[in-house]
């Protein structure tokens, strides 16, 4: 039996059978390509197709030609969206005198800049005494110069506006009832330069100031938008535009808003919410790598010095320090919803 199954692998293995298969397989492949190639034409599918593709052709030129007055139109309604958005972009290049207005602060840009340069001086020559490197304080007093200073003015202002919203609806409100109640518009806004708390009050004290001294309306709303740059302040003026041009029942209109504008901070509260675990996990996340280090500092500084005195560690942490940076800020607009 071994001999004979010797003489059968022998066979299966001869060379001759081998180059039969090979030949056979690819007389099967050629065999399969010429099939593919060929049976279109000899069908007349590929005509088939050609007509299709002729009438579609048409069907398409026709379609554009009647279209080209449409797409003109279009065109143009995009260029004129895009210079709009270009105004507008060169309008959110708010001066800092203006940043300070909507941050309730009265101080003068000049001593916004001088305190900048004292809180970069102060935080470099911290850095700098605890033994850091020069490379190191500049970066340090570059942070505590720009950066603190406005962070610290974006969080006021964010602070301001979250106030000016918890009370806006109460004064939209006192409109309606007065409205209802015989009283002029000019009366109304004078009553809530009064008893309204801040920061509602100042915005319409400037909004009577500016009345009295015979701006318009429209404009004095513009101004306000410009301090207090919030879409429920948008909508309260063009409410107040649209009654002045077309009539109506402004108490009504206002009573809308009041609920309109309700509604929005309900839904920001519950975005709130809703986002508050992410939110804690993204703090964790970021403040773990600091804290960390600060921890093996305080039980062994002589191994976590070295990134601080030597050139190789400065490097690291700069990069440390990019790359927590991009993650800070991944994290950050991945738990911010808009809505």
Known sequence: MTSSAAHWENALLSPELVQLAAMALAGLAVGGVVYVLVLPFMSGERKAEKRVATVAQGQARARRTALAPLQTRKQQVQDTIKNIEARER?????????????????????????????????????????????IVSLLAAFACGFGLPRFVLSRMIKRRQAKFLVEFANAIDIIVRGVKSGLPLSDCLQIIAVESPEPVRGAFVDLVEQQKVGVPLSRAFERMYERMPLQEVNFFAIVIAIQAQTGGNLAEALSNLSQVLRDRYRLAAKVKAFSAEAKTSAFIIGSLPPAVMLLVYLSSPNYISLLWTEKLGNLMLIGSAIWMLIGILVMRKMVNFDY
């Open 90 to 134: 060169a309008k959110r290049r708010v001066p800092l005198r203006t940043k300070l207005i909507r941050a309730g602060l009265s101080i003068k840009p000049r001593t916004y800049y001088l305190l900048s340069l004292a809180a970069g001086l102060f935080g470099g020559l911290v850095v700098l005494v605890t033994g850091s490197s020069p």
